[in-house]
């Protein structure tokens, strides 16, 4: 993955993880949706992800 690629989806999913979107782009729409009403699991689910994207690691619960 490219340096600015990285970063972009590092900043989609500061700024717009809580509401899933880094989800639904990634095509996991189901735990997108999830995220979307539930304020990212409650944020932890959020944070897990950002640091999942940061680390390079798979997402958790891909639907």
């Known amino acids: ?4 690629d990285k970063l972009i989806q ?3 999913t500061w700024f717009l993880g809580a509401l899933g979107i880094h989800r639904m782009m990634k ?6 949706i999830v995220y979307l009403f ?6 932890i689910g ?3 992800d950002l640091y999942c994207v940061i680390t390079d690691k798979a997402l958790f619960w891909q639907s």
């Open 1 to 4: 993955m490219a340096d600015n």
């Open 10 to 12: 590092i900043l989609i």
């Open 27 to 32: 095509g996991y729409w189901l735990s997108g």
């Open 38 to 43: 539930t304020g990212g699991l409650f944020f």
């Open 46 to 48: 959020w944070l897990y």
